[in-house]
């Protein structure tokens, strides 16, 4: 089993910051108002990434503020949007104003090597302030910049770029393709190789809207306090956090509780039917209590005809699946796994459609926390292979796993390439300490291997 070092959350270092800029279009761009789709308007909030590059003999000479910055700008005359406010229009639904004011930018220096953050950095990092500085005024969801961008070089001249970008703009698709045109003007390109297409208007609710499928993504539940024995919380107060990594010999390991019939399925499947029962029977809740698989699906492939090639809107439904705790923990894993497949299944042009309708309806509902086993499976977003002209990242991707204060704990799957080159799947995992340990238990069962006397020691990376 491969071993990866725990992240350096306790690495202290100085940063030294210029003031931040307005990076605007490099040319003149229209002023007009876009509208935003139903479902973009659903994700207000802002997501953080973060890029780590090792230095690149190739590129002695250049400077990574100076190319990324011009770069910055040559994209936003492409995506201009990106360089606008958000604004409230009618029935509090948001649209773009596009303004041209640009995007904020920070050049930043710190007296750190890439080394530092160890043989393979991963989330959590608790010195993402530093590195992503939060300009006074810049985070709110009207008015503010939608992106804010900081690139920090380190001793070492590798360095780290790190970007926050609104989620009513884009998912996490759309942002990777933002980046990798910047990447590709970074190398001296005149235009994106994908073109962006805005046409929000793809995924509106139909009018009139009409639900015409069964849908629990947005169930009502009763949100109720946790006894003493750690199961369940309306808030992340009192969690705590471990993350884990699974690689090809885990994987394999979950595979052997599978029968024939499902060997076909994907890591990302296997990995949530383990994953969803290990944590409800850590829970330890009544038998007869509903509990929900809830797997945030791309949909850009899933209509007739799908989405156009470079549309970078949100384009990510809910699908859930509704079992109760003694079903899904008195069953084998094959159970978990079937209904799996079923809520990735579930998910056809039809379903979406009314999804979308009822989240209309209901007027941008939250999705329950309550019982809920909630999953972004990023492992195809492929953040990672962003290339400012240094090469591909040490390591790419979202750089905030906790969850913020009465929001839902989403279980991200991240892709992780640890110091022995395996690629595998990170996921930080939120449960109180006792509920802890009993996810642990449970899990070391699943994995536990005749040659291996402690297989934990070595899939807990990190905790907090």
Not at 69 to 85: C, D, K, S
Request: aromatic share 10%; glycine share 6%; charged share 20%.
């Amino acid at each position: 089993m491969a071993i990866l070092a725990p992240s350096p959350t306790s690495l202290v270092f100085k940063v030294r910051r210029c003031e931040p800029q307005l990076i605007a279009p490099a040319k003149p761009t229209p002023h007009e108002f876009k509208p935003l789709s139903d479902v973009d308007d659903v994700e207000r909030c802002q997501i953080p990434v973060i890029q780590f590059y090792r230095f690149d003999h190739s590129m002695q000479g250049k400077d990574p503020v100076i190319v990324i910055r011009e770069a910055l700008a040559q994209t936003l005359v492409f995506y201009y949007p990106f360089a606008g406010r958000l604004r409230e229009g009618p029935d509090s639904k948001f649209i773009v104003e596009c303004t041209g004011e640009g995007a904020i930018f920070i050049e930043a220096d710190a007296d750190v090597t890439l080394d530092h953050f160890g043989d393979a950095p991963h989330p959590p990092f608790s010195f993402m302030d530093e590195l992503l500085f939060d300009v006074p005024g810049s985070g709110g969801m009207l008015n503010c910049p939608l992106l804010l961008i900081q690139v920090t070089r380190l001793k070492c001249r590798s360095f780290i770029f790190a970007l926050r970008f609104n989620h009513v703009m884009t998912d996490g698709i759309g942002i990777v393709q933002f980046m990798n045109a910047m990447g590709e003007m970074a190398q001296g390109a005149t235009a994106p190789s994908i073109l962006p297409v805005w046409q929000r208007e793809l995924l509106n609710a139909r009018d009139p809207p009409r639900v015409t499928c069964t849908h629990h993504e947005f169930d009502e539940v009763t949100y109720e306090v946790t006894d003493t024995n750690g199961g369940l919380s309306n808030a992340s107060n009192g969690m705590t956090c471990c993350s884990f990594f699974f690689g090809s010999t885990q994987i394999s390991s979950i595979r052997k509780f599978i029968p024939h019939h499902l060997q076909k399925c994907s890591r990302s499947e296997i990995l949530t039917a383990c994953m969803w029962r290990c944590h409800t029977i850590a829970l330890q809740l009544n038998p007869e209590d509903d509990v929900r698989l809830i797997y945030i699906v791309n949909v850009r492939g899933r209509f007739c005809p799908p989405l156009p090639a470079g549309y970078y809107g949100n384009a990510i439904v809910a699908s859930a699946i509704l079992t109760t705790a003694g079903k899904l923990c008195q069953n084998p894993v094959e159970y978990a796994l079937e209904l799996v497949k079923t809520a990735k299944a579930n998910v056809s042009e039809e379903y979406a459609r009314s999804l979308i309708d009822l989240m209309v309806i209901k007027s941008r509902p939250r999705l329950p926390m309550v019982r809920s086993y909630i999953v972004s499976d990023l492992t195809s977003v492929r953040s990672r292979d962003v290339n400012f002209g240094w090469g591909k990242a040490v390591y790419g991707g979202l750089a905030k796993v906790f969850p913020e204060p009465n929001k839902e704990p989403i279980n991200f799957y991240i892709p992780l390439k640890n110091s022995k080159g395996d690629n595998g799947i990170l996921v930080p995992v939120y449960l109180q300490s006792l509920a802890m340990e009993r996810f642990l238990k449970e899990l070391h069962c699943m994995l536990k291997d005749q040659s291996d006397s402690n297989p934990m020691s070595k899939l807990i990376i990190s905790s907090l």
